[in-house]
């Protein structure tokens, strides 16, 4: 099958572009501009790097950014407190702590620590509250990612059965949730499945879309998937590749190579979520701005 790629990368480009110009305009017309802030605790690399992109995405959309990065042995009051002062500072708009944090933090308690009118990351339980019931809220930038190149793309989600693979707080669980919502892009009849889940490969053949938000290298395969599907894959992950310079490569949940061909449309790893979630991000950061004007 001649599969079409869902292009995150373009059309997150695309997003920030839109949004980049609705600052100028409200900079041109004497507002201030919307102001995010993230703290980064500890040294893991894929967290900088993550960190770093958002930094340079806000920049480049004429955002104020900060990053406080604290270090690995920051106690857990200290980490709260400087939530809370960030709460009170009304400069700021939007404020996200990186996950993961050090073993020694409890990242439920702080995450309940952020002012929920500034969870741009939709990670507070009340921010999760809502999404479970519709109301309006800050979704979580993957999931929200995911629903808006589903819509850019035009795909049909309405009666579609879609199977997602994993149930992670951050990626399975909600996403699974927005699917089943009525109306574009939801309507589907969404099955959640895990680490636990038996026969995974049969629900995953009868699946029309697949969110594939495992952490497992290649887990998908062509004989799991159904012609024509739609696959979104969430995965990242590092794998050892002695051809690259730096040793390794980023691979998704799905052995796209092999995959591709079944499919009707597919994403990328690189190129496809990632870039997706950041531009939810900053969609987020603006409704967050807007909100308090
Ligand atoms: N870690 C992995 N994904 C995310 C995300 O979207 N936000 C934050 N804060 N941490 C993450």
Do not use: W
Request: aromatic share 4%; net charge neutral.
């Amino acid at each position: 099958m001649e599969y079409k790629l869902l292009d995150g990368k373009a059309t997150a480009a695309a997003i920030r572009a839109e949004i980049k110009q609705e600052v100028e305009d409200i900079v041109a017309n004497g507002g201030r501009r919307p102001s995010l802030t993230a703290i980064l605790v500890g040294n893991n690399p894929a967290s900088k790097t993550y960190v770093a992109n958002k930094e340079k995405a806000c920049a480049d959309a004429g955002f104020t950014s900060k990053v406080i990065r604290l270090p690995e042995e920051t106690g857990e009051e200290e980490l709260l407190e400087t939530i809370r002062s960030i709460n009170e500072d009304p400069a700021v708009d939007g404020l996200i702590v990186q996950l993961p944090l050090p073993r020694h933090i409890d990242e439920q308690k702080v995450i309940a620590a952020i002012d929920p009118s500034k969870d741009v990351d939709g990670f507070h339980p009340i921010s999760q509250g809502k999404m479970l019931i519709g109301q309006d809220t800050f979704l979580p930038a993957t999931p929200m990612g995911i629903l808006t190149l589903l819509e850019r793309y035009n795909i049909e989600t309405k009666g579609k059965n879609c199977v997602v693979l994993g149930r992670s707080n951050i990626v399975g669980r909600p996403v699974a949730n927005l699917l089943s919502r009525k109306g574009y892009p939801g309507d589907c009849t969404v099955t959640m499945c895990h680490s636990r889940t038996k026969d995974i490969e049969r629900f995953a053949k009868e699946a029309d879309i697949i969110i594939a938000a495992i952490g497992i290298p290649f887990f998908v395969k062509e004989d799991m998937v159904k012609e024509g599907a739609v696959i979104v894959d969430v995965g990242i992950n590092s794998i050892e590749d002695s051809s690259r310079k730096s040793g390794y490569r980023l691979v998704g949940d799905v052995d796209f190579d092999k995959v591709a061909p079944k499919c009707s449309y597919i994403t990328p790893v690189p190129g496809g979520v990632g870039p997706m979630t950041i531009a939810s991000l900053l969609q987020n950061t603006l409704k967050a701005y807007k909100n308090r004007k």
